[in-house]
């Protein structure tokens, strides 16, 4: 049976579609329409609040909750009083839901954030030269049942020949382009799906081999 896999808050489409090019039966989620040129079945995203969908068989969840009330770089706003506390409370609480959602294999993706603090520490922090692309951008992993990702082309020694504005061009980027910031790297999409595909497919098929000896020895 196709693994079904669960893009949740991603209109791009990035790595949804890294997973479908694979085989695997993907979807994504997101309040905004998807944006992805190859979107043309519409029945692969559903426009809405994750929550709804969530409980609908998924063998793994990649989520990429909004970083707005949860990056440490944002943290002061909270703690200077510029913005109402329930904010960062209530984008915690979707984070746990998240996590705690009935997928066996979970990955939720965001910068350096208070999640570590509030939550729990990540399990894994990358960087896009790690993957191909020349720029540093720190990001956190939080997993469940799912291994760390190992890098696929370390660009490193390039990434750190270029002018700081070009190598940390996402913290150079001026107000209004949150968009834009957001945008997640075709790099690290390519590795989450193969790599991370072929360990759900390898322990799907070990867990009806455990299934088939139980009922055996009945």
């Avoid at 992805?36 to 995203?45: A, E, F, V």
């Avoid at 994750?50 to 703690?79: K, Y």
């Avoid at 990955?107 to 692309?133: C, L, T």
Wanted: aromatic share 8%; charged share 30%.
């Amino acid at each position: 049976m196709t693994k079904r896999v669960l893009i949740a808050c991603e209109y791009s489409g990035t790595v949804r579609d890294e997973f479908l090019k694979l085989g695997f039966d993907a979807h994504s989620c997101d309040i905004l329409p998807c944006e992805s040129k190859y979107c043309l079945d519409l029945s692969r995203h559903h426009q809405g609040d994750v929550m709804e969908i969530l409980n609908q068989n998924w063998d793994l969840m990649i989520a990429h909750p909004p970083c707005t009330h949860l990056s440490v770089s944002g943290a002061r706003w909270f703690t200077e009083g510029k913005k109402p506390m329930h904010l960062r409370d209530d984008a915690i609480a979707f984070v746990q839901k998240l996590m705690d959602a009935d997928i066996k294999h979970i990955a939720i993706e965001n910068p350096v954030s208070v999640i570590s603090s509030y939550i729990r520490k990540s399990d894994q922090m990358i960087n896009p030269y790690q993957f191909g692309h020349k720029e540093y951008k720190r990001t956190c992993l939080w997993l469940k049942d799912l291994p760390k990702l190992i890098e696929t082309d370390n660009v490193k020694a390039e990434t750190d020949q270029l002018h700081p504005k070009e190598k940390n061009r996402i913290w150079w980027l001026g107000s209004g382009k949150g968009k834009e910031r957001s945008l997640f790297y075709q790099g690290i999409a390519k590795a989450m799906a193969k790599q991370w595909g072929d360990y759900i497919t390898q322990n799907k098929v070990e867990d009806r081999e455990v299934e088939r000896r139980e009922n055996n020895a009945i």
